[in-house]
């Protein structure tokens, strides 16, 4: 009897140690889960996905700020320094590094600076459409955000997310507001 009720208790604290340990292994996963997905939206945004991107952002009204956004997001970077998980619900702790949008608008009014007091342009200026103007304007800004002379900033992050139907996704959009958001504003302050 008393080997029998030891056998019992060996076999029960057994299935309680594995039971403890699948419960630790499905946070150890979810984490793991959540941080893959951060890792392809952040890509999304990296390679200048924009259909990834609209999911966050609506960038319908204005395609040129789409091209400028796409130019300026290649150059992000992030580490993600932890991940906690607890449910449904994940908590990824991440250094962004982006471009720095005092830069960007420093160097956009010295190019249009240098572009409108040249002798060409004021050739054109008299005739040029609202849409001309757009345009080059336009150009001038992709070729900043494009040109690899901007410098950078990191800033640490904490973004939510939330497993639904068996997929982590954004909580809110938090992320393209920290990741695009500086940048995002400056370019429309630029166009106006």
């Known amino acids: 009897m008393k080997k029998t009720l030891k056998l019992l208790a060996a076999t029960a604290a057994a299935v309680s140690?594995?039971?403890l340990?699948?419960?630790g292994g499905g946070g150890a996963e979810n984490a793991q889960e959540a941080q893959q997905a951060f890792g392809t939206v952040m890509d999304g945004f990296k390679n200048g996905d924009t259909k990834a991107i609209e999911e966050y952002v609506d960038l319908s009204a204005d395609p040129e700020l789409s091209s400028a956004l796409a130019a300026?997001?290649?150059n992000i970077s992030y580490e993600v320094?932890?991940?906690t998980t607890e449910g449904?619900?994940?908590?990824v702790d991440v250094s962004v590094t982006s471009l720095d949008t005092s830069q960007v608008m420093q160097k956009y009014i010295e190019s249009v600076a240098a572009l409108v007091s040249s002798p060409d342009y004021q050739s054109k200026v008299g005739t040029m459409t609202k849409e001309e103007y757009d345009a080059l304007m336009d150009e001038q800004l992709e070729k900043i955000l494009s040109s690899g002379e901007i410098g950078t900033v990191?800033?640490?992050e904490t973004i939510e997310m939330t497993k639904d139907g068996g997929e982590w996704k954004l909580s809110d959009s938090s992320l393209?507001?920290?990741l695009i958001g500086n940048t995002l504003s400056a370019i429309k302050q630029i166009k106006q």
């Open 176 to 178: 393209p507001d920290k």
């Open 72 to 74: 300026s997001l290649g």
């Open 81 to 83: 320094k932890s991940v």
């Open 21 to 23: 340990a699948s419960c």
């Open 154 to 156: 990191t800033s640490d």
């Open 88 to 91: 449904n619900k994940a908590t």
């Open 17 to 19: 140690l594995l039971t």
